[in-house]
């Protein structure tokens, strides 16, 4: 069975420039998060979705951050304008469990630099 | 105070001893509890949950609840090199439904 997908692997951008991450949960699962991660840190969430709707992104920034799950399948996390302070990993995570138990299956994530 | 604290460590044990890593929470209604390893450069994996009070066993994981304290711990039994790594402890928090983490604990096994 495949993981959780992410991509890309590494992004390296300028502040002020817009990025954009990919992801595609487990077949079946319709439960899925971003996570941020800094480094020394444990993952923050950022949003979670049930299917397509977004059920918590209290912690999204939103003025900077979007995402969407169209079909509730894969997803999309864009930052624009991007800060330096937004260098961290960014995990996607997929759930089989609804109500955000926390059985969760993480992607290998993207690393974003922003210089 | 955080919501989920853990000593950042390193925790350093000889192979073969016991690993005891350790977590406090601060949300009394939590109920739902897991650990969680994460290698250097790689995503966290699940490896533990618990639920209720007591002790939880899985091969050489033990993993401890005590909701009275809010403390809950891991113990890695016959600890090998290749345990060494970051230990991640979460808690679902009893509100929101959110899967707080703590900083994480690392482990280093030496040979």
């Known amino acids: 069975e495949a993981g959780v997908v992410q991509s890309p692997r590494y992004k390296i951008i300028e502040k002020k420039q817009p990025v954009a991450f990919w992801c595609n949960p487990i077949?079946?699962?319709?439960?899925l998060y971003w996570y941020r991660q800094n480094l020394g840190q444990g993952p923050e969430l950022l949003i979670r979705y049930e299917n397509e709707e977004a059920v918590d992104d209290s912690q999204l920034p939103k003025d900077r951050f979007s995402a969407e799950r169209l079909k509730g399948v894969d997803s999309t996390l864009k930052i624009q304008p991007a800060e330096l302070g937004d260098s961290a990993v960014y995990l996607c995570?997929?759930?089989?469990?609804?109500?955000?138990?926390?059985?969760?299956?993480f992607g290998s994530g993207t690393q974003l630099s922003v210089l | 105070q955080k919501e989920v604290e853990q000593n950042s460590g390193p925790l350093s044990v000889p192979e073969g001893a016991i690993a005891s890593l350790n977590c406090t929470y601060s949300?009394?209604?939590?109920?739902?509890f897991f650990w969680y390893r994460q290698y250097s450069g790689k995503s966290p994996e699940l490896i533990m949950f618990i639920y209720s009070n007591g002790d939880k066993e899985d091969g050489r994981f033990t993993a401890q609840l005590n909701k009275a304290s809010q403390y809950v711990s891991l113990l890695i039994r016959d600890s090998q090199p290749s345990d060494s790594a970051t230990y991640l402890c979460a808690v679902r928090h009893s509100n929101t439904d959110k899967l707080i983490f703590g900083t994480g604990t690392r482990l280093q096994v030496f040979p």
């Open positions: 077949s079946g699962h319709n439960t």
């Open positions: 995570a997929s759930s089989l469990e609804q109500g955000g138990v926390g059985k969760l299956f």
């Open positions: 949300d009394r209604g939590s109920q739902s």
